[in-house]
């Protein structure tokens, strides 16, 4: 049993979050066009029972909800499996694709069907700010966990939500805690931790032992700002800058504690179109491109560091790839 809650503790579950009805089934079809191979070519379909849900040579962007999903849980085992024990996890969030939602609060007992989600970025766009977030990826961190459990007798993980480390109850955050038939399989997961929670994340590591403890989408940001950038240095202009908002120190003590990089599905837009970052533990840095008709990603380009815009930008260029609105407008060739 853990517990973060000292002296303080906010009634569970105040901001309901959206339960997602779920369909298993993954159906993807291959197309290899102009000897270019798109992310629904490298899809497979499920592995057999008791082997890994992902193949390390399949590269590939997911293309719904349930495909991520799988993904970042086998992404998180098979790494687990090699010693991982405290892993960081970013993902795409799902959200109406009319985005006729945003801002839109869902009754306690709302169904979604997930084969009408888009995946989207956490960012800007969501109008409802860091708690319209929490809405939407408490929710999908749940499935994750439960792919990621084994399913022992037939009975799925009791899976128990964390309010307390929300001290404000307006911060976005929450810690999720799985509970198994084996109790070395339970899992603590943080949701959209800032980092105010790093005493927490100790404290529940302390606890957890070889259990797996994983942070998914922290709301610090991966590409530094001139903060982050001081804040890493040692002194007293390290020591101020994590003062004022860097995130030096709060890495610092997360490295100390073991974590690492697991699976990060990132986005943004780039020369008009999408672009998404794909990044398991054991693999280079990958960069896709949507297609024009917004039904698959194309891979422009791999790194063994994150990518900078600028370096996106370039890949793009060398690929041929010009302004999406130049395209639109058939004044050059469709991706």
Known sequence: CFSVADGFSLPRQVYKATKFSTTR?????????????????????????????????????????????????????DAYDKGMKRQ?????????????????????????????LILAPPDESWQGGIMQLYRSCEPACEEILRYYSPVEGGLPPRITEDR???????????????????PSEDVSCFVQPSQETT??????????????????????????????TYSKDEGFMGQLASFLGGKGNTLKRLSGLG???????????????????????????????????????????????RPTYQDVEKMLDDKGISLKYARDFGLAPKL
């Open 25 to 77: 089934t993954l159906s993807m079809s291959s197309s290899v066009e102009d000897g270019t191979t798109t992310a629904a070519a490298a899809s497979s379909s499920s592995a057999e029972e008791g082997e890994s849900m992902y193949v390390a040579s399949e590269i590939e962007v997911p293309l719904s909800f349930d495909q991520m999903v799988r993904q970042a849980a086998a992404a998180m085992r």
């Open 88 to 116: 960081t996890v970013r993902i795409l969030l799902p959200r109406d694709p009319s985005s006729g939602q945003i801002g839109r609060y869902f009754e306690p007992d709302a169904q979604l069907d997930t084969t009408e």
């Open 164 to 182: 307390s480390i929300d001290e404000s109850g307006v911060d976005g955050m929450g810690l999720l805690i799985t509970e198994n038939v084996s």
């Open 199 to 228: 005493d927490a994340v100790e404290s529940i590591c302390d606890q957890a032992g070889d259990r797996l403890v994983v942070l998914i989408n922290p709301q610090w940001r991966d590409v530094d700002d001139a903060l982050d």
């Open 259 to 305: 974590f690492e990089l697991a699976y990060t599905l990132d986005g943004y837009v780039c020369k008009g179109g999408n672009i998404r970052l794909f990044k398991r533990f054991d693999t280079d840095w990958n960069v896709f491109a949507e297609n024009d008709s917004a039904t698959d990603y194309i891979k422009v380009g791999t790194s063994k560091t």
